[in-house]
């Protein structure tokens, strides 16, 4: 009877919960990559998103699952094919802060309906160029949905 009550999260504390604690690990591969060395990249890492870089590192574009098989349907030579031909590119690209919330989060990934948010950190040598941090995924969001049922904290 005297055990400590676990801790119960505050509505308040689970509608603050930020971007920054909660992202993952990004991967990324170069916008010049082929089709074809992506697809093995998304196997190898087990991930269902890709983020392409350019030459300098800044955020050029997204490859999802389906993105590399209409490339596949419609391409014979995909070691040849390079990703920047197929990727969704800047400045259509959905992103997330850090500093915002993971509801923030929540609410892009339903509204634009995608599976991934690049996290981003804009760069100040360079107006709409961003380095990317981290990943936010539907599966980050549903982990944290569990946990808080189960009550534990994360
Ligand atoms: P899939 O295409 O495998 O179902 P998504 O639903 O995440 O995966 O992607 C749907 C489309 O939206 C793809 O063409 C993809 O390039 C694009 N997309 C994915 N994530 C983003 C994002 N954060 N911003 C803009 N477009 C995105």
Redesign the pocket.
């Known amino acids: 009877f005297n055990k400590e009550k676990e801790r119960l999260f505050e509505p308040t504390e689970v509608l603050n919960l930020k971007v920054n604690d909660y992202k993952g690990h990004p991967i990324v591969v170069q916008k010049s990559s082929s089709v074809y060395d992506a697809i093995v990249q998304m196997f190898l890492e087990d991930v ?2 890709l983020y392409a870089v350019d030459s300098e590192g800044c955020l050029a574009g ?6 590399l098989l209409r490339a596949a349907i419609g391409n014979k030579n995909l070691e040849d094919l390079p990703v920047s031909v197929i ?2 590119r800047m400045p ?4 997330v802060k850090p500093e915002e919330t993971l509801v923030q989060a929540a609410k892009k990934l339903v509204t ?7 996290v981003v950190r804009e760069l100040s040598n360079k107006s709409d160029s961003y380095e990317v941090i981290g990943r936010i995924t539907k599966t980050t969001i549903t982990k944290v949905y569990l946990e808080i049922a189960e009550q534990k904290s994360v």
């Not at 259509?92 to 992103?95: A, C, G, V, W």
């Open positions: 269902g998103t997204v490859i999802s699952r389906k993105d990727m969704t259509n690209i959905i992103t634009n309906r995608i599976d991934s948010l690049p």
